[in-house]
């Protein structure tokens, strides 16, 4: 297991431990640059020291070693606005990676499971070296996706941008590009936050009827 | 996700802006472009084994216990390799119970005309944590593969949550027929947190090198899986192609017929049919006929299958008992697996458990068997094609 892929498991839950910190109500105020800093240095400490004989990536890498490359950089994200006030992405690209993220788990997951066409599995196309005509699907769709969002403006397209370089450079344990652009953490997030916008949209539709 | 402090979008020209959407589809397409010359060993066909059957070989059959000193309760799954000098290994794991944090994965091995060698614990689940750098709960299902140049591949699961749907595949290789091991290595072959993804059957050897290994999911479905291990660089990648959805099919034995057909034959644990599937494929593997009864009972247990020298297939599985695997069957299709004849039984005693087979056929022709017996034995049973005959005859029947 290379070091990379080492403290990588352990990256995205303290990722997401800082983000529910960072919720705690009342706590709001100590959230500056200054202790986002902080917080590194503390996070760091606690990735190297052992917890009941080894340290925490040993354990997070038990469950999973490969979270996504783009649902580590939404939350690095989320964190460092919070933190700083300022605005990486606007909502319309918030929304933009929850569409992504639920269209990938749908497709994804769904066959995943045994679901859809008998001989189809999704996640077959994120190894192009084996199924490389029908791998073009996923990355010409992920690559049409990018360049329009770019084109657009929207910053999410950078993100996908950002999976492939890595992915190019082997920085998980994963071989398949599918695992540097969803995880199951994302996909659960994403699924909820399209619900959630849809459900709003309906419901203030409905409520702004005569 | 609002804050008070907006980053400034960037206000390229419409031409500009179109130039970077250019570059960055580009971009995103270049681990696909980078395949390209990888994807030429997608699929390459079935190695077809040259078999050498001894003319007017006298009938052989021979049955023994290969780990008759064990103490463990437990030595299941079972798996045979053939070296290219001819010897043979075997691996299972073995422990105080099924999932049990003690649970390793036992070698021994067997020299032409020689006996089986004293089992050694090769691979034990601290040896795993420590390589995986990270925690493991138990060890299973092991399966051999050996390379034209002697290289022997030990594929087993540990499992890092739950039971064996809470499984992961590793890799590892020893340069000296078994002694020794290198590092092991995770293989990520599932989107969802890498879980359940387990060997059971012979792998069959491609052309050009490199093997197209039978595997299952057991996570949420249960369906049969193809692994591709292809040799790039020096070293080997992996991948998984699917052979069939639902919840029912699974633990695949892949028969190859020719370089691009083969035969699938798969357990079923659909408790109201309890048959034997088969399934075909005609393009090396890369799809695979809608999976249909075989004409065998099948108890949810494990099933395995071989091609014979002289083109009949040979089938290893657990026939009709009042327990569900109190006896091994063996039956021979003469018809690419449409139609099966019960030739022979290997095994048979009420209250007892015999499974898992795994059978190879050596380069001499001969059939090479490995089984669990009573939980806590594995057995080993060799027998040529003048046995079969016999069998098949009805003269020790």
Redesign the interface.
């Known amino acids: 297991m290379k070091d990379t892929v080492f403290y990588w498991s352990a990256f995205t839950p303290l990722l997401l431990l800082t983000w529910v910190f960072q919720h705690i109500p009342g706590l709001r105020r100590w959230w500056g640059l200054a202790a986002a800093t902080m917080l590194a240095v503390l996070v760091t400490g606690v990735v190297l020291l052992p917890w009941m004989p080894a340290p925490l990536p040993w354990w997070s890498a038990s469950l999973s070693a490969d979270f996504s490359i783009v649902m580590a950089a939404l939350m690095l994200i989320a964190i460092l606005q919070r933190a700083s006030g300022c605005t990486f992405l606007t909502r319309c690209e918030w929304q933009t990676a929850w569409i992504f993220g639920a269209c990938a788990a749908v497709v994804l997951y769904s066959s995943a499971f045994g679901v859809g066409p008998q001989n189809f599995d999704a996640y077959a196309l994120g190894w192009p070296w084996l199924f490389w005509r029908e791998s073009l699907w996923l990355f010409g769709s992920c690559a049409l996706v990018a360049a329009f969002l770019t084109w657009r403006g929207n910053r999410f397209g950078y993100l996908l941008l950002l999976a492939v370089a890595a992915h190019i450079g082997r920085f998980q344990e994963s071989e398949n590009f599918w695992d540097y652009i969803v995880d199951p953490l994302y996909a659960a997030v994403s699924l909820m936050a399209v619900f959630w916008i849809l459900g709003s949209r309906v419901f203030r539709r409905a409520s702004s009827r005569p | ?7 400034p ?2 206000h390229l020209p419409a031409g500009g ?2 130039l ?3 570059a ?9 472009w ?3 010359q ?2 030429t ?3 390459p066909g079935f190695l077809i084994p040259t078999m050498t059957p001894h003319e007017d070989e006298a009938v052989i059959f021979e049955k023994t216990t290969i780990n008759p000193a064990s103490t463990l309760a437990k030595a299941h799954s079972a798996t045979l390799v053939e070296m290219p000098d001819g010897s043979l290994v075997a691996a299972w794991y073995a422990g105080s119970g099924e999932g049990a944090p003690d649970v390793g994965i036992y070698v021994t091995g067997h020299l032409p005309g020689g006996v089986w060698s004293e089992p050694h614990l090769a691979i034990s689940r601290e040896r795993v944590m420590h ?6 709960l138990a060890l299973g299902n092991p399966v051999l593969v050996a390379d034209k140049d002697g290289r022997l591949g030990l594929l087993f699961v540990s499992i ?2 739950g039971r064996w749907s809470g499984s992961s595949l590793n890799i590892t290789w020893s340069p000296d027929g078994g002694r020794s091991w290198g590092a092991v290595t ?1 293989l ?1 072959l ?5 879980l359940s993804a387990l060997p059971r059957n012979p792998p069959v050897t491609l052309v050009g090198g490199g093997w197209a290994v039978p595997i299952y ?1 057991e ?5 049969p ?1 193809v692994l ?1 291990l292809q040799p790039h660089d020096g070293a080997f ?11 029912s099919a699974f633990q695949p034995a892949i028969i190859p017929l020719s370089t691009r057909r083969a035969v699938g034959l798969l357990r079923d644990a659909k408790a109201e049919r309890e048959k034997m599937q088969v399934m075909w494929t005609e393009d090396g593997g890369q ?2 006929s ?1 999976p249909i009864d075989a004409g065998l009972p099948n108890p949810n247990s494990g099933v395995c299958a071989v091609r014979l020298a002289d083109g009949r297939l040979l089938c290893a599985f657990n026939d009709v008992s009042p327990g569900k695997r109190e006896n091994l069957r063996l039956a021979v299709s003469r018809d690419e697996g449409r139609t099966w004849q019960r030739v022979a039984t290997l095994e048979e005693q009420a209250g007892q458990e015999f499974s898992y087979p795994f059978m190879i056929v050596g380069k001499d022709g001969r059939v090479r068997m490995v089984y669990s017996a009573r939980g806590t034995q594995i057995r080993y049973a060799e027998f040529n094609l003048a046995w079969i005959d016999r069998q098949e005859l009805g003269i020790e029947r």
């Open positions: 996700m609002t804050s008070d402090t907006a980053l979008q960037h802006r179109l970077l959407a250019v960055v589809m580009f971009a995103m397409l270049m681990p696909w980078m395949a390209r990888r994807a060993q997608s699929f390589d995986l750098n990270r925690h493991v890092c949550a995770k990520v599932n989107p969802f947190v890498n999911q996570f949420m479905g249960l369906f899986e591709w990648v992996a991948a998984v192609s699917r052979m069939a959805g639902g919840m799809s695979w809608v």
